[in-house]
């Protein structure tokens, strides 16, 4: 089974700076990538996808995410983070042909106005 | 579309009684996911359905869970008898091609 790893539980950032969160994942096979965010009380929502093709993907609000295969990663990015992008970010990961979906713990961003 | 609908949105329920939570996909979508998330153990994978079969249900904690798919459109995670550890947020998910759309979820608390 696949693992996901998000070293970063907890970020804490002002408006305007720039956001990274690490995402590692261990299969190393063909593998669909994802980012959702879980903004507070509600469900989580695609940020953006990753299935084959140009490595960069953008995604909604401002995000995106650079997929490098030597290194099992997937980090998210944003070049100046808003108070409203104060939310849970999950990496998650599937292996290409299969569906299971496996998620990472987690990292929790607070924006700081 | 509605995206994908679940029921109830909260529940509260004592020790010992049998609860039952809903799900209605995607039209179209063939995989259906249940997860729960806590705080102490994240967003877990209990089990998935392909074309309302059951693929994987390693992720279900214990003989007290169960989950069907009677057909496409409505899969139903029942927890009999519930117990206090069984409170979480529980999320249905639907897809078609990889990754998922969730539910906004069921705010289960079992006192």
């Known amino acids: 089974a696949q693992s996901v790893s998000q070293h970063n539980h907890h970020v804490i950032l002002s408006e305007a700076a720039s956001l990274e969160l690490g995402c590692n994942y261990s299969?190393?096979?063909?593998?669909?990538l994802f980012w959702y965010v879980q903004y507070p009380g509600q469900h989580l929502q695609l940020l953006l996808k990753y299935f084959s093709g140009d490595p960069l993907v953008k995604g909604i609000k401002g995000f995106e995410a650079e997929f490098i295969k030597s290194k099992f990663s997937f980090n998210l990015r944003k070049p100046s983070v808003q108070w409203s992008d104060t939310a849970e970010y999950f990496c998650?990961?599937?292996?290409?042909?299969?569906?299971?979906?496996?998620f990472g713990t987690g990292t929790r961003l607070t924006v700081i106005p | 579309d509605a995206g994908v609908i679940q029921s109830p949105r909260h529940e509260v329920t004592e020790m010992g009684q049998e609860v039952t939570l809903r799900c209605k996909p995607i039209s179209g979508h063939d995989y259906l996911f249940w997860y729960r998330q806590t705080m102490m153990r994240g967003l877990e994978l209990l089990i998935y359905?392909?074309?309302?079969?059951?693929?994987?249900d390693s992720g279900m904690p214990e003989d007290r869970f169960s989950a069907k798919m009677p057909n496409a459109s409505f899969s139903t995670l029942k927890i009999q008898p519930s117990e206090p550890r069984d409170s979480a947020v529980y999320f249905c998910?639907?897809?078609?091609?990889?990754?998922?759309?969730f539910g906004s979820g069921t705010r289960l608390t079992v006192v």
């Open positions: 299969y190393g096979g063909t593998v669909n």
């Open positions: 359905f392909n074309n309302n079969v059951p693929i994987d």
């Open positions: 998910a639907s897809s078609q091609q990889g990754g998922g759309t």
């Open positions: 998650a990961v599937n292996d290409s042909g299969a569906n299971n979906l496996f």
